[in-house]
C-alpha cells in the first residue's frame, strides 16, 4: 500500500520568531534605560549628601572657633587674676578680705534696719486703715449733717426770696385753723400751724352742670367732718363771686370762718409746708 502524500499550506514559523526578536530588543532597550536612569539619580543623590555634609561641617566648625575663642577669653582673665594675686602680698590680701568682711556687715545692717522701717511702715499704713474704717461713720454722719445745713440754708433763702405771709390763729382759740386761698378758678386749703401740702378744689364737670369749687370743698367737708374747724378765708381780687358762695356755704353750715384780702400775685401757702412757715 502506497504513503499517502501531504497536502494542503506549509507552515512557516519565521513570523513568529521575527515578534520573538522584536520583544527581546525592547525589553533589553527598556533594562538599559532603567539602569541608566537609576545610575543618575545615585549620582545626584551622592552630590546632595555631600553638599548637606559640607554645609554640616562648617557649621560645627564655626562653633568650634566661637567656643575656642570665649575659652581664650577666659583664659586670658585667669591668667591676668592669677598675676594679679601672685603680685599681692598676704598681708594686702588680708586687709583686702577684712574690708570686704567689713563692707558685707555694714550692707547686712543696712539691709536689717531697712526691714524695720517697713515693718514700721506696714504697722503705720494699717493703723491709718483703721483710723480710717473708725472714722467712716462720723464722716457720713458729717456729710448728713452738711446735707442738712445746706437744705436749711435753701430753705431759709428760698423763704426769704418769696417774702411769703404767715397766719396763725388767734390766741387761746381751741378749734382747729384751716386757711383757705380763694382764687378766680381754685380754692386752696392748707391747715394752720402745722406743715402740709395744700389741698386744691377747682370745678368738674360741664359748665352748668358740673360741680364748682364751691361744691367740692364743701363735699370735702362733709367727708371730714370739720363742722367744728375754723376757717380764715384769704380772697383774691378775681375771687370775689367764688368768695360769695363760699362764704354762703359757712353760714348754712354754721361754720366759723374770717376773711381778709390779699394781693393777686402774694405768696400764702408753700406747695410742700402749706400754711406752715
Given at each position: 500500500?502506497s504513503?499517502?502524500?501531504?497536502?494542503?499550506?506549509?507552515?512557516?514559523?519565521?513570523?513568529?520568531?521575527?515578534?520573538?526578536?522584536?520583544?527581546t530588543?525592547?525589553?533589553?532597550?527598556?533594562?538599559?534605560?532603567?539602569?541608566?536612569?537609576l545610575?543618575?539619580?545615585?549620582?545626584?543623590q551622592?552630590?546632595?549628601?555631600?553638599?548637606?555634609?559640607?554645609?554640616d561641617?562648617?557649621k560645627?566648625l564655626e562653633?568650634?572657633?566661637?567656643?575656642?575663642?570665649?575659652?581664650?577669653?577666659?583664659?586670658?582673665?585667669?591668667?591676668?587674676?592669677?598675676?594679679?594675686v601672685?603680685?599681692?602680698?598676704p598681708?594686702e590680701?588680708?586687709?583686702?578680705?577684712?574690708?570686704?568682711?567689713?563692707?558685707?556687715?555694714?550692707?547686712?545692717?543696712?539691709r536689717?534696719?531697712?526691714?524695720?522701717q517697713?515693718?514700721?511702715?506696714?504697722?503705720?499704713?494699717?493703723?491709718?486703715?483703721?483710723?480710717?474704717?473708725?472714722?467712716?461713720?462720723?464722716?457720713d454722719?458729717?456729710v448728713?449733717?452738711?446735707r442738712?445745713?445746706s437744705?436749711?440754708?435753701r430753705?431759709?433763702?428760698?423763704?426769704?426770696?418769696?417774702n411769703?405771709?404767715?397766719?396763725?390763729?388767734?390766741?387761746?382759740m381751741?378749734?382747729?385753723?384751716?386757711?383757705?386761698?380763694?382764687?378766680?378758678?381754685?380754692?386752696?386749703?392748707?391747715?394752720?400751724?402745722?406743715?402740709?401740702?395744700?389741698?386744691?378744689?377747682?370745678?368738674?364737670?360741664?359748665?352748668?352742670?358740673?360741680?364748682?369749687?364751691?361744691?367740692?370743698?364743701?363735699?370735702?367737708?362733709?367727708?371730714?367732718?370739720?363742722?367744728?374747724a375754723y376757717?380764715l378765708?384769704?380772697?383774691?381780687?378775681?375771687?370775689?363771686?367764688?368768695?360769695?358762695?363760699?362764704?354762703?356755704?359757712m353760714?348754712r353750715k354754721?361754720?366759723?370762718?374770717?376773711?381778709?384780702?390779699v394781693?393777686?400775685?402774694?405768696?400764702?401757702?408753700?406747695p410742700?409746708?402749706?400754711?406752715?412757715?
Amino acid at each position: 500500500m502506497s504513503r499517502r502524500g501531504r497536502s494542503g499550506p506549509t507552515i512557516s514559523l519565521f513570523s513568529f520568531q521575527d515578534i520573538i526578536t522584536s520583544v527581546t530588543a525592547i525589553v533589553t532597550v527598556i533594562t538599559l534605560l532603567l539602569a541608566l536612569d537609576l545610575v543618575q539619580r545615585k549620582q545626584s543623590q551622592s552630590s546632595n549628601s555631600s553638599a548637606s555634609l559640607a554645609v554640616d561641617l562648617v557649621k560645627c566648625l564655626e562653633r568650634a572657633e566661637s567656643e575656642l575663642a570665649r575659652l581664650r577669653t577666659v583664659a586670658a582673665t585667669t591668667d591676668e587674676l592669677v598675676r594679679a594675686v601672685a603680685a599681692t602680698s598676704p598681708a594686702e590680701l588680708r586687709n583686702e578680705i577684712a574690708q570686704r568682711e567689713s563692707a558685707i556687715t555694714e550692707l547686712e545692717r543696712e539691709r536689717e534696719r531697712l526691714e524695720q522701717q517697713n515693718k514700721h511702715w506696714r504697722s503705720r499704713e494699717k493703723e491709718e486703715l483703721s483710723e480710717q474704717f473708725d472714722l467712716e461713720p462720723l464722716r457720713d454722719e458729717q456729710v448728713k449733717s452738711e446735707r442738712t445745713a445746706s437744705d436749711i440754708e435753701r430753705q431759709a433763702a428760698e423763704e426769704r426770696a418769696e417774702n411769703r405771709t404767715v397766719f396763725s390763729l388767734p390766741r387761746g382759740m381751741q378749734k382747729e385753723g384751716w386757711l383757705a386761698v380763694i382764687d378766680p378758678r381754685q380754692i386752696s386749703v392748707a391747715p394752720l400751724g402745722r406743715p402740709s401740702r395744700p389741698l386744691h378744689f377747682a370745678a368738674s364737670g360741664l359748665p352748668l352742670l358740673g360741680s364748682s369749687a364751691t361744691d367740692n370743698l364743701e363735699k370735702w367737708i362733709n367727708e371730714q367732718r370739720m363742722e367744728s374747724a375754723y376757717f380764715l378765708l384769704l380772697v383774691r381780687p378775681d375771687g370775689a363771686s367764688t368768695f360769695d358762695d363760699v362764704q354762703q356755704m359757712m353760714e348754712r353750715k354754721s361754720l366759723s370762718h374770717g376773711f381778709d384780702l390779699v394781693d393777686a400775685d402774694q405768696t400764702i401757702l408753700h406747695p410742700d409746708r402749706g400754711a406752715a412757715p
